[in-house]
Structure formats: C-alpha cells, structure tokens
C-alpha cells in the first residue's frame, strides 16, 4: 500500500486585467518550489476541470468588475452553479479556499469572490481555509501575501484529512470482505507511523540541528546586539518566524553606456495623451489617524485641450524627489552611474510561468529616469517595485 500523502490541488483563477491571473501563478510557482502539484486553469476552461467530481482540495483566484460584477471569465461558470434547480448538497464533498480581488472606492468591494463564495457554501462546500479579501484601494499585497503564506499549511491538513477518509473508507471495504478485520487497521497503522517517521526525518534531521545551535551561539556571543539588516540575535534568530522565501530572478539589468535619451513619458502610459501641467492646491481632507489619506488636488489645465466624456478616467503621474532619488542612488553606491542607460530583459531559461517584461519599466532608460519616474520609492516596497 502506498504510504505517500497525495500532494495535488486544483488551482482556478478569474481575472478581468491579468491581477488574479498572476497572483494564481505565483501560488503555482510556490507550490513548485513545496513540492506540490497546482493544476492550474483559468475558469473559463470548465472543459479541463470538474468540481462535481473533484476530490482534491480547491484554490480559487477571483477578481471583481464593473459596479461588483465577477470577471468576464467566470460568467459562464457563475451561471452555472447559480442554477435553481440544484440541490443543497450538490457541492457537499468539495473543499476550497477563495481569494477574492477588490478595491473598497467602489461600492461592491470583492463581490465577485462573494458571490462565488456565497453559492458555493448554500450548495454545501465546504471552507480548507478562511476566505481572503484583498483591497487594492490600500494595496493587495496587504491580504494576499499573508494569505498565500497559511494556504500551505491549510492545503497540508486538508490533503492529509482526505488521505485518512480515504483509508478509513479502503479499511471498511476490506474489513467487510476480509475474516480477519484487523489487518486493515494494522496497515492503516503502519502508513500513519512511516509518515511519522518521514516527517520527522525532514524536520528534524540531526545533521540540521547542531548547525543551526551553533550559529545562534556564534551570533549572540560575536555580534551581541547591534543592529543588523542580515543576522540577528536571542531571542529572534530562535523565533518561529514566518518569513516568505524571495522568489527567483527573472529580470536582467545590464548597464550600458550614458548616451541617448531617455523615452518620453507618454510611453510610461498606455493608453490616451499626456500633458505636463502644474499643481495649483493641495487640501489633505482626512484626520492624521486615517486609514486611507484623501487629497484634494487642483490641476491647472487652462491651456491644454482634450476631449472627454462623462465617465472617463485619468491618471495623475509624479515624480519622486529629485534629491530622494540622489540619496537612494547614493546608499546602494551607484552615484557614478546614475545617468548610464541600462536594459531591462526576462532572464533566458527563467522558469517563472508568464515571465514578462515589467511594463512599467522602460526598455531601456537611464537609472535615474527610472527611479524618478517608475518606481514609488517612498511606499513600502510592492511586487511591482
């Protein structure tokens, strides 16, 4: 009898403009990396997939549009489980967990994934993990990175909860056709203790251990208690720390020489006109102990022309300040190349799924061009940054 915990999900992703796409494919790349299989669709694809046969444990990706509608994408499949006809166990043996995307400037926030969520539990789904709401208004990585880190322990125990409902099932076919009944429990015993022990040996192995107390008594007796961005001491380098892995390189930046010019910064837009027009007022409307700063801005557009209609949206691009920009180049020692060009290509041979060139980094710009323009170097660093 094979002992191994089975270790494959059904990952789904609905997306509008990409986002719940690429936050699919990085729990896909993550899942790699754990040795866990993520059967990954859009879900859209209901010809790739089955949720009325589906066993093993489901992940669902889901963005909001419009005034709270679900993703172009996930139309057909919310038509389809909103039929009335349905029964209220017709979802009963499935487990899932579901990430909803959002923003809270808009009236509906996430209702994409509520509605999703909300159906599935009146067709008797059942939660493996807690739902995450993610609002982009204050910034998705908040919820979403948190998230996808307890989904591998939530994925762990669900898989292993359905791995022992799967031998208590096989024990009681085998019991009903065996004389001797306990040798199904004997067997169930002995996969339970191998996987103890197998565990255990990952875990705990005793070539791991004495390394790590040693370098903990390195560090507290060498370096006592001095602030420092690569070790730290006691208690900390004893915590249970829950710090995600950096995720491999994908990008390559490669320094060339200090002549051309930098691209204009309508190609920093893609779509529309740009104009450069000055600031005139700047009202913070919020308290100081807001959550989210409201500004009132007044932009000076008396002498451009351009034509809009009710409805239409722009965008308002800043730069950073140019003497916080210099200092930046300054602490990471690249004062002398500030004003060198430099490409920016995805790495050959890179393993990342859906690898693409940043776009809101240029092709090729100046360093200063692009920490001045692209990057929000005050902002808590981002994905994007």
Known sequence: MCCD???RFLLLYATQKGQAKAIAEEIWQQAGARGLEADMHCISEMDKYNLETEKDPVVIVIST????DPPDTARKFVKKI???TLLPDHFAHLQYGLLGLGDSEYTFFCNGGKTVDRRLQ???AQHFYDTGLADDCVGLELVVDPWIDGLWLALKEALQLQKEKEGMSSNAVANSLSAAPHIGHDLSLSSDVQNLKLEDESVGSSDVLPE???DVHLVASARDTEPSLTHSVPPVSQSALNIPALPPEYIEVHFQDTHGENPHLSSLISEGTTFEV???KAVQLTRGDAIKTALLLELDTADKVFDYQPGDAFCVQCPNNVNEVEELLRVLGLSEKGEHFVCVKVKQGTK???AAHPQHIPERSTLKFILT?????RAIPKKVF
């Open 5 to 7: 915990l089975k270790r």
């Open 65 to 68: 549009t419009g005034t709270g």
């Open 82 to 84: 909103q039929d009335t």
């Open 122 to 124: 009146e067709l008797g």
């Open 212 to 214: 790590k107390w040693v």
């Open 278 to 280: 000055p600031v005139t």
């Open 352 to 354: 990342k799924k859906g």
């Open 373 to 377: 323009w692209c990057l929000e170097i």
